[in-house]
């Protein structure tokens, strides 16, 4: 696999080396069990993967490649390149402007782009008809794309399907950048419509059974599918692909769902199988969090960027099980507690240790796709400081790798 020039801010002299060893001994990734170490008196679990994807280095690469070979040109971001504040505040200090936020809400007047300018498309990818606005203006849209691989995947599969004559079922979060990009992309070759989760899903169902009125379709999914959508004829021959951070077995659970669902209703030539559309760094890094459940621990800080769709799975599977707290770095957390992202309410929150963190034996340390190690790091070492624990990386990872 291709290796990418990282910055060296986000090089890591900890997790990375842990993350280093685990490869290194496990090439063909057949053992998905945590790493389990021993720091002071208590243990300290890293999933088996975790951190960078091969998405997100790529992106990062392209992304500071573009600010370096373009001193004294004004270079702009699309949105945010991935969802993680300290990445996209690096980018900002070095004069990288954002053109638009995360709903896709112009931060900046579409006119005053001109051709000479840098335009980086982020990681998400995004939609034609923003691609071809840029044309329009002259900007070269390719030079500096940063698209995930695996979300043009989506792209591609979709168009195939499409091309067939199957309507396209988007799993994901309608107002994620991906997803209004997979959507635009889909929505070329066929009728489209994005549905949540599995309550959407047996929704949606009513439709293609027939068993709910037509026009009640149009009220249940009102801005969520593509003009001129008639569920009495969209919906008779489907195929699934989903927005590439969402909870992997919910989108397979919806897709073997809604498979049923069609062909009892239309016959076997009514779906179309697209299982090859999951990201396979979606999967590890669910997977080795599933692992994380087999063990002992008493709680579990996930690191990431609050609107991180891969980073808020992740928490949702560790919750199941453990306490765990959303944070974004180690600035969420101080001897007295921590800042936190509740996982129902989608809001901020404080929980206050007590002295809890006295009776913690085992600690879940986790992160997203687009979260840099050195955030891990940097985690680690507060969590040490606060729970009076001596941190000696060498001494400690030497021991470990023995």
Excluded at 168 to 186: L, Q
Excluded at 269 to 282: G, K, N, Q, V
Excluded at 384 to 389: A, F, G, L, M, V
Aim: proline content about 2%.
């Amino acid at each position: 696999m291709k290796k990418f020039q990282i910055p060296e801010q986000f090089k890591s002299s900890f997790t990375g080396k842990v993350k280093q060893w685990r490869k290194q001994n496990d090439s063909r990734k057949k053992d998905f069990a945590p790493s389990v170490i021993p720091i002071g008196e208590r243990l300290w679990i890293f999933p088996r993967h975790m951190g960078f994807c091969y998405g997100v280095e790529n992106a990062i690469e392209i992304a500071f490649k573009a600010v370096e070979e373009n001193q004294g040109k004004r270079v702009f971001l699309l949105g945010e390149m991935i969802h993680n504040p300290a990445v996209n505040q690096d980018l900002l200090s070095m004069g990288v402007q954002f053109i638009m936020d995360t709903a896709g809400n112009r931060l900046m007047d579409w006119n005053e782009l001109n051709s000479e300018d840098v335009v980086i498309t982020p990681a998400f990818g995004t939609t034609i008809e923003i691609e071809q606005q840029l044309r329009e203006k002259g900007v070269d849209v390719k030079r500096y794309n940063t698209t995930c691989p695996f979300v043009e995947k989506v792209w591609k599969r979709s168009g195939e399907i499409g091309q067939d004559g199957y309507t396209i079922i988007i799993h994901g979060k309608y107002k994620h950048e991906e997803t209004r990009a997979t959507f635009s992309h889909s929505n070329q070759y066929s009728k489209s419509i994005v549905i949540r989760n599995l309550e959407e899903a047996e929704m949606l169902a009513k439709y293609i059974d027939g068993s709910l009125d037509i026009e009640q379709f149009y009220v249940d999914f009102k801005g969520k599918y593509s003009e001129g959508f008639d569920p009495s004829k969209d919906l008779k021959k489907i195929g699934v692909v989903n927005q590439t951070t969402m909870l992997a077995t919910e989108t397979e659970e919806i897709s073997k769902y809604l498979k049923g669902i069609v062909i009892k209703a239309h016959g076997d030539a009514s779906f179309a199988d697209t299982r090859d559309t999951l990201c396979y760094a979606t999967n590890d890094n669910q997977d080795a969090a599933m692992e994380l459940l087999k063990t002992d621990a008493d709680v579990a800080f996930v690191i990431g960027g609050h609107n991180s769709s891969n980073t808020y799975q992740l928490a949702i599977i560790l919750s199941e099980k453990i306490k765990t707290f959303f944070i974004e770095s180690e600035n969420d957390l101080d001897d007295l507690g921590v800042n936190y992202l509740n996982l129902k309410t989608m809001s901020q929150e404080r929980c206050s240790w007590n002295d809890a963190w006295k009776n913690w034996k085992e600690i879940v340390v986790a992160s997203g796709a687009s979260c840099p190690d050195t955030l891990v790091d940097q985690v680690v070492e507060k969590l040490c400081q606060i729970t009076n624990t001596e941190l000696n990386q060498e001494k400690v990872l030497a021991e470990w790798m023995k």
